[in-house]
């Protein structure tokens, strides 16, 4: 597609339970960026990816978040034993090498 | 440490009025880079523009301007003639030479009433 796509738009889960959140860059875009937005706060910075590597995940609150890229495109952001402190925005970006991102429309997950 | 400080929380004005909105910076590196970014309430972040750090040159586009002074660590937003579309939250970003992160500001709300 012409944009950053992220999947679901929203999700409802329950404490407790695993959830992963789908992101699908803009095609060619070798940067990709996770950040989490918190009701009516700024952007938070999870991780980093360039290619399929992280070189930065110093953002990832704690070891229930983890997060892949696959074939240099496609992300998943994993967050296990979901907490209610987990809900908010997550939002996902893209970039080509050295310029600015792209921003998806946002996952907004709420714990129940 | 890099971080961006938007200390507009909030500003009201009136449809046709100039407004604004505030960007400082703080950064060790000597090469950086600048961004507005726009997020309607529909909830997408929309880039507006990038500034390099070398490149004092400010910038108008159609209503809007920017005018960026590395002697005071500014990046400031101005909006010409404001419309009703124009209300959002407008945040301030800032990126280190190797673009692993972008700073963002805690951003400004804008309420354009008719």
């Known amino acids: 597609g012409a944009g950053v796509s992220q999947s679901p738009s929203n999700k409802v889960t329950e404490k407790g339970k695993d959830v992963e959140l789908r992101c699908d860059p803009i095609s060619g875009h070798t940067a990709l960026y996770w950040y989490r937005q918190s009701l009516g706060q700024g952007l938070e910075f999870l991780i980093y990816f360039q290619g399929n590597s992280a070189p930065d995940k110093s953002g990832l609150p704690s070891d229930r978040f983890s997060a892949e890229r696959t074939g240099g495109s496609v992300s998943t952001l994993t967050i296990q034993r979901t907490q209610q402190e987990d809900s908010a925005v997550y939002l996902c970006?893209?970039?080509?090498?050295?310029?600015?991102?792209?921003f998806g429309q946002g996952t907004r997950l709420t714990v129940v | 440490a890099q971080k961006v400080t938007q200390a507009q929380t909030e500003i009201s004005v009136v449809e046709k009025e100039d407004v604004t909105l505030d960007c400082v910076y703080e950064?060790?590196?000597?090469?950086?880079?600048l961004f507005w970014y726009k997020q309607p309430p529909s909830g997408e972040l929309v880039f507006l523009i990038r500034r390099n750090s070398f490149d004092e040159q400010n910038e108008i586009s159609g209503r809007y301007s920017w005018n960026f002074q590395k002697s005071t660590s500014s990046f400031n937003f101005t909006i010409t003639a404001s419309q009703v579309v124009d209300s959002a939250v407008y945040f301030c970003a800032l990126s280190s030479p190797n673009f692993n992160k972008f700073y963002f500001g805690s951003g400004t709300k804008l309420n354009v009433k008719p």
């Open positions: 970006a893209s970039s080509l090498r050295d310029s600015e991102a792209f």
């Open positions: 950064t060790r590196d000597t090469t950086y880079y």
